[in-house]
């Protein structure tokens, strides 16, 4: 069965940055685009960027809001996707998740990883 | 781009059918079939629930149905049950490999 594993939770100071992992197991990694989507406490999903992780296809595809700010990459030989959010504030502090799935659907949802902005 | 719009709650008695709705354009949910419904309990990760408009994937309750007309979205669950109080979200494609939640909406079993 497919399996979205992340890293663990997170406390970063504002300015900084972090990069949150989320490892595949159970599918063919290049099968499905791997997407990230976060929630701040008590709000609602947001969609923040995607990649198909195959090397030849490479690039990323972001919210217009996280342009320039997150990079989603995906290493095949891990079957592992990351996602960096740079210049962190106190409105990043969030669960993040990794979201996979057929088409545009996100079947397959990794646990969540709370990372947390605080000086 | 803006988030989808949703009625931020919805309720029912047990048994009953509710509806909820989720608006766009012409940019997203009026120009492809591409949305997806998803159910939130507290704590816990999303859940699909309905996908490509109207699909339900295996183990999902033939309770839970979508449809689409113009640029609204519709998920409607039938034979309310108490399981069913969660927090629902849709999705739609945007173009260019992009996705966009709607606001939520919160149901609440009476």
């Known amino acids: 069965q497919v399996q979205l594993v992340q890293s663990g939770a997170e406390v970063k100071k504002p300015g900084s940055s972090v990069k949150v992992s989320c490892k595949a197991s159970g599918v063919t990694f290049s099968s499905y685009s791997i997407n990230w989507v976060r929630q701040a406490p008590g709000q609602g999903l947001e969609w923040m960027g995607g990649i198909i992780p195959i090397s030849i296809f490479g690039t990323a595809n972001y919210a217009q809001r996280f342009q320039g700010r997150v990079t989603i990459t995906a290493d095949e030989s891990t079957t592992t996707a990351y996602m960096e959010l740079s210049s962190l504030t106190s409105d990043d502090t969030a669960v993040y998740y990794c979201a996979s799935g057929p088409g545009a659907a996100f079947v397959y949802w990794g646990q969540g990883t709370l990372v947390t902005v605080s000086s | 781009q803006s988030a989808l719009t949703q009625p931020a709650s919805v309720s029912g008695s047990p048994g009953q059918s509710i509806t909820i709705s989720c608006t766009g354009t012409?940019?997203?949910?009026?120009?492809?079939?591409?949305v997806s419904w998803y159910q939130q309990h507290p704590g816990k990760a999303p859940k699909v629930m309905i996908y490509?408009?109207?699909k339900r994937p295996s183990g999902v309750s033939n309770r839970f149905s979508g449809s689409k007309s113009g640029h609204s979205a519709f998920l409607t669950i039938s034979g309310l049950q108490a399981e069913d109080e969660a927090d629902y979200y849709c999705?739609?494609?945007?173009?260019?490999?992009?996705?966009?939640f709607g606001t939520g909406t919160k149901v609440t079993v009476l």
């Open positions: 999705c739609s494609y945007a173009g260019s490999s992009t996705r966009l």
């Open positions: 012409s940019s997203d949910v009026g120009s492809y079939s591409l």
């Open positions: 490509e408009v109207s």
